[in-house]
């Protein structure tokens, strides 16, 4: 099991940068994944960005690419989610996520094992 605390959010003005960190204690694996989701009121949980622990792969929802950037630090056993040029369509909880799975169910929320108690983003327009 994986214990995750997110740290980050806050409020910003449309076209701002938030970072977000998420720190991971536990056992880790290279072959976890890390993801980040968010989930505005009223509306379903949206996947936004994945990692493998390793590094090796990176993985984005469209909404976000070319905006937002995941990576990890394997030293302080952090993954950071860089935001920027954020929209007022951002604002939600974002929540960080583990699990042992293929990179090809990191959309998919139930496919992570631990998550994080999430931290609220606004943006306003």
């Known amino acids: 099991q994986v214990q995750l605390v997110e740290s980050g959010g806050g409020l910003v003005q449309a076209g701002g940068s938030l970072r977000l960190s998420c720190a991971a204690s536990?056992?880790?694996?290279?072959?976890?994944?890390m993801g980040w989701f968010r989930q505005a009121p009223g509306k379903e949980r949206e996947f936004v960005a994945a990692i493998r622990w390793s590094g090796s792969s990176t993985y984005y929802a469209d909404s976000v690419k070319g905006r937002f950037t995941i990576s990890r630090d394997k030293a302080k056993n952090t993954v950071d989610l860089q935001m920027n040029s954020l929209k007022p369509e951002d604002t939600a909880v974002y929540s960080c996520?583990?699990?042992?799975?293929?990179?090809?169910?990191?959309?998919?929320?139930?496919?992570?094992?631990?998550w994080g108690q999430g931290t609220q983003v606004t943006v306003s327009s």
């Open positions: 996520a583990a699990g042992h799975l293929v990179m090809a169910a990191v959309t998919t929320a139930y496919a992570y094992d631990d």
């Open positions: 536990g056992r880790t694996f290279s072959t976890y994944v």
